[in-house]
């Protein structure tokens, strides 16, 4: 179920595409271009990593890339800031646990 706001004067993406891609191996549809951590929450996913000393859920928080809240693993890659990433066609998004491992692509 998508929980996107279609009216809305900054959250509106009227001429974007659906795009597909999977989250954690599940399979979603999201807006071509909008950020990814909008395409997740969407989707009904609020959290996209876990802290290192805890394992404390983390969600969005700034929403303007300045915190490490958001970081999810991106086709690979580690510490993508989800908020300012914009989704594409095909991106395998996980929820990233701790720090991510250095040199992982």
């Given at each position: 179920m998508?929980?996107?706001?279609?009216?809305?004067?900054?959250?509106?993406?009227?001429d974007?595409?659906?795009?597909?891609?999977?989250?954690?191996?599940?399979?979603?549809?999201?807006?071509a271009?909008?950020?990814?951590a909008?395409a997740?929450?969407?989707?009904?996913?609020?959290?996209?990593?876990?802290?290192?000393?805890?394992?404390?859920?983390?969600?969005?928080?700034?929403?303007?890339?300045?915190?490490?809240?958001?970081?999810v693993?991106?086709?690979?890659?580690?510490?993508v800031?989800?908020?300012v990433?914009?989704?594409?066609?095909?991106?395998?998004?996980?929820?990233?646990?701790?720090l991510?491992?250095?040199?992982?692509?």
């Amino acid at each position: 179920m998508c929980r996107h706001i279609e009216a809305h004067p900054i959250v509106a993406y009227p001429d974007r595409p659906p795009v597909a891609f999977t989250f954690d191996g599940r399979p979603l549809t999201g807006l071509a271009g909008q950020p990814i951590a909008a395409a997740l929450l969407d989707n009904g996913i609020s959290v996209f990593r876990h802290t290192p000393k805890n394992g404390q859920p983390r969600s969005l928080f700034c929403g303007i890339g300045q915190c490490s809240d958001c970081m999810v693993i991106v086709d690979g890659r580690p510490n993508v800031r989800a908020c300012v990433t914009p989704l594409e066609e095909g991106m395998a998004i996980e929820t990233q646990k701790g720090l991510g491992k250095v040199g992982v692509l």
